[in-house]
């Protein structure tokens, strides 16, 4: 099974700065997908951006955007002008192309906005 | 409008006790699932349907039993609650391949006491 780790169990930032959330993951497959999700204190599950591997241009929605190395494994989030709202957990998700069914999830990051 | 709908939002119960979570989705997504959240806030598979057919049966307890009458309802029935069982419980759907992402209800937080 594929692994998807998120090494940074907790995170701040200044309103209005940028910060960086990282994960990388392992497989040895070419065609996969990627996705950043959010939960808020509400506990509602957040999609926030999404990446093809296959597409080397990085996604970017707004003030979120990724930094996607597919040599490296790794699918950082960048979020721009930090906002109180943004305060959340942050998983990162891996989806073969392959078997597509299965969706792999790191164990999180929880990310504090300091007004 | 919801598009991944489940229910109840919460559910306190006694060990030992047995209790169902419904779900459904209005997506005309192919794909079912259930994840349950820990304390940590992990997110672990439980099962997964595709077209009623089960496709994903992680190491869980055959206390918890999914049923998926149609490719739009995946229910969770659990049997002899205990208090580990206490967790959120997250229905979602999603087709059944490519970039589709993942679609979440809102979560069953279960309290076993």
């Known amino acids: 099974a594929q692994t998807v780790t998120q090494s940074q169990p907790e995170m701040s930032v200044q309103e209005a700065e940028t910060v960086t959330l990282s994960c990388t993951y392992d497989t040895s497959e070419s065609d996969y997908y990627l996705f950043w999700y959010k939960q808020p204190p509400s506990r509602q599950m957040i999609l926030v951006i999404r990446q093809e591997a296959y597409k080397q241009q990085n996604a970017t929605e707004n003030r979120f955007s990724v930094n996607f190395q597919k040599a490296a494994k790794s699918f950082s989030l960048k979020i721009s002008d930090s906002q109180l709202g943004d305060a959340a957990m942050y998983f990162c998700?891996?989806?073969?192309?392959?078997?597509?069914?299965?969706?792999?999830f790191g164990t999180g990051t929880s990310l504090t906005v300091i007004p | 409008d919801t598009a991944v709908s489940q229910t109840p939002k919460y559910l306190v119960t006694q060990m030992g006790n047995d209790k169902s979570i419904k779900c459904e989705q209005n997506?005309?997504?192919?794909?079912m699932y259930w994840y349950k959240q820990d304390s940590k806030k992990f997110l672990k598979i439980m099962f997964s349907y595709n077209n009623k057919e089960l496709i994903i049966n992680e190491t869980v307890p055959n206390r918890f039993s999914p049923k998926s009458p149609d490719k739009a309802h995946l229910n969770l029935h659990i049997n002899s609650l205990e208090l580990g069982d206490s967790a959120v419980y997250f229905c979602a759907s999603s087709q059944g391949a490519g970039n589709s992402p993942l679609h979440f209800g809102n979560g069953t937080r279960l309290t076993v006491t």
């Open positions: 998700a891996y989806r073969s192309g392959n078997t597509g069914n299965q969706f792999y």
């Open positions: 997506l005309g997504h192919d794909t």
